[in-house]
């Protein structure tokens, strides 16, 4: 059973705290972070970093903009991250891409709707392949925000 104080929610660019995916999993496991994050991609890494701190065992869950932050921290920190899931995650912007990251063995889930016309799901699946040595691909019926696939999966199932 994994602390919900050690799992963490990171929101979509033009998202916030508040939104649908944000509130569900908060209901589904009460006590798990989810600030909001502003401005820039380094701004919004700075944001991170003083929340995640040095503890280790993070459980970061990361949509679409999040995903990228997420997967850039893990690659950065890996040693501080249990497990790491993308939902969408835009690993295909230059923020990523740029980066010269050595691929890493922590559990990563990526889950991305096949119907998604903002985050490209194939790129951004080859990109995960070669980055992430322990990676679970999940590809579901759905669009960008996942509304149909959040009701779907068994999220109690791909946290732990």
């Known amino acids: 059973m994994i602390d919900n104080s050690s799992i963490i929610y990171l929101h979509g660019l033009e998202s916030t705290s508040q939104s649908g995916k944000a509130r569900q999993f908060a209901q589904l496991f009460p006590g798990m972070l989810t600030p909001d994050f502003t401005g820039s991609f380094e701004e919004r890494m700075e944001q991170l970093h003083p929340i995640l701190g040095d503890q280790k065992e993070w459980t970061i869950i990361g949509s679409s903009y999040g995903g ?5 921290f893990t690659c950065r920190h890996p040693e501080q991250v249990r497990k790491l899931v993308l939902l969408a995650p835009a690993l295909m912007l230059t923020e990523f891409t740029s980066e010269h990251f050595a ?3 922590v559990p990563t889930v990526l889950v991305h709707g096949m119907q998604d016309d903002i985050v490209p799901p194939y790129a951004v699946k080859e990109i995960a392949q ?5 990676l679970e691909y999940i590809p579901v019926e759905d669009g960008h925000r996942l509304h149909k696939a959040f009701e779907e999966l068994d999220w109690k199932s791909i946290l732990p």
């Not at 990228?68 to 850039?72: E, K, N, P, T």
Request: charged share 10%; glycine share 8%; aromatic share 8%.
């Open 130 to 134: 070669v980055m992430f040595m322990n």
């Open 103 to 105: 691929p890493i063995d």
């Open 68 to 72: 990228l932050m997420g997967a850039v």
